[in-house]
């Protein structure tokens, strides 16, 4: 098995809504790969799907090998997930929920727990009802990682916490990471975060991927190109579609070209013949920015279902 | 604790930065030859960087000659980090190469752009050589 998750045509709806369409995607075994998207794109219903919290309707899923819609309690027991639509129950402590669920791991790394509990400054007798936001999604995160899972799969793990939480949830995270074929799949709109810690990258607009690839090629791919025009010269009326966002003012034109590399450089000097180019990289937040605008439903013409 | 300074910025590959930094450190003497360098755990979990990248940052300190694997240690700055072994030299050749195209031309054309004189270039390039000594 070289995929931890691996989708065909994944098809989700609620109701008429298609919130989930065709989605085929693969995350490689040992891999931190982040599924983004504005909000709406299908994000949370594409991780329930791939739970077994709801049904696709058309399409499969398949998760650490097993059928998305079979994954019994044994499979389970080797996935953690980490969603804000999760309950806890909110009468017991601390203390309460780890020994509740402990039973259920045959995998429960009990000197693990007692660390991120000390890491996350958890007090095993606070009861659930009485802790902020920020806390419950780290016993919440302290809950999934105990048991040394295979497969981590995090909704929105950093949403609203302060720097500090996220930087201790994301060691907590990464303590995981010196097991062999260890995978984590989280979707997150912190951007600065992502960039550094995945290194595959799913992009989903309107419920369709748009972009599966290694961070690094992404990223090496984006350039935000600045061009100040020669006096006299116009503006190519035809353009190369790996141009996004074109835009003049004035003598500057401004583009994000998603294709760099030799040939894209030479069609930029073909286009502004004796103009001052310069290209930048761009961050991963640069790029999700590119991404959005440039795939959204009503940029791309005939799209309709 | 990491033993030398970095504050990651978006936008620039993880790796160089990182690789830069330590560089850096080595050159000025925030890490001397013979101490020891963090783990791969602890590079990613101390950036917060993914496992693989904090494995390639090692790699390729290890081909540059700035790291070596100290048996039953794990990884130490070397003692020589300009001589190495022979890769690394050929690697110290070609980056004697590149150094005038990639780095003094665009400070040379910026020292222009600004209408500095040589000498001003000079004083500014002699001023950082002492920085760096002077932060050890």
């Known amino acids: ?305 | 604790m990491l033993p030398f300074s970095i504050a990651l910025r978006p936008g620039e590959p993880v790796v160089d930065q990182v690789v830069y930094a330590v560089t850096r450190a080595v050159v000025s003497g925030q890490l001397r030859s013979g101490d020891r360098f963090p783990s791969v755990r602890t590079l990613s979990q101390e950036l917060k960087v993914n496992p693989n990248t904090a494995q390639r940052i090692v790699a390729l300190l290890v081909e540059a000659g700035l790291l070596a694997v100290e048996p039953g240690i794990g990884t130490v700055v070397t003692k020589h980090p300009q001589a190495g072994g022979s890769s690394a030299a050929a690697s110290r050749r070609a980056d004697l190469a590149a150094l005038p195209d990639r780095l003094a031309e665009p400070l040379v054309v910026e020292a222009r752009r600004l209408g500095l004189g040589l000498a001003d270039l000079v004083d500014i390039v002699r001023a950082r050589w002492k920085a760096l000594d002077t932060s050890r």
């Open chain 1, 1 to 305: 098995m070289d995929y931890a998750i691996e989708t065909e045509a994944l098809t989700c709806r609620y109701g008429r809504k298609c919130a989930v369409d065709q989605l085929t995607m693969h995350v490689p075994v040992g891999s931190i790969y982040a599924l983004l998207g504005p909000n709406g794109a299908g994000k949370t219903t594409t991780l329930k799907t791939l739970m077994n919290l709801r049904p696709p309707a058309i399409g499969t899923a398949r998760v650490l090998g097993v059928d998305s819609r079979s994954l019994g309690p044994a499979d389970l027991a080797r996935i953690g997930y980490v969603s804000e639509n999760q309950r806890i129950p909110s009468n017991l402590t601390i203390g309460e929920v780890e020994a509740f669920c402990r039973p259920w791991y045959p995998t429960w790394d009990a000197a693990l727990a007692t660390e991120l509990r000390d890491r996350f400054g958890l007090d095993p007798r606070a009861r659930i009802k009485a802790l902020s936001r920020g806390t419950r999604l780290k016993v919440q995160c302290l809950l999934a990682l105990a048991p040394r899972p295979r497969l981590l799969i995090l909704d929105e793990p950093f949403s609203g916490l302060d720097p500090v939480v996220r930087d201790d949830l994301t060691t907590g995270v990464l303590s995981l990471a010196d097991r062999d074929g260890w995978s984590v799949l989280l979707t997150s709109h912190e951007m600065d975060d992502v960039e550094r810690l995945a290194d595959h990258v799913g992009f989903l607009n309107d419920g369709r991927l748009v972009v599966e690839e290694p961070m690094a090629a992404l990223l090496g791919r984006f350039r935000r190109v600045e061009v100040a025009l020669a006096d006299g010269a116009a503006v190519p009326a035809q353009r190369p579609s790996s141009w996004l966002g074109f835009a003049v003012e004035g003598r500057a034109v401004r583009y994000v070209e998603s294709q760099a590399g030799p040939a894209a450089e030479a069609a930029w000097h073909a286009a502004f013949p004796g103009a001052t180019i310069e290209a930048s990289r761009m961050s991963l937040r640069e790029v999700f920015v590119a991404l959005t605008r440039s795939t959204a439903p009503a940029a791309v013409p005939g799209r309709s279902r």
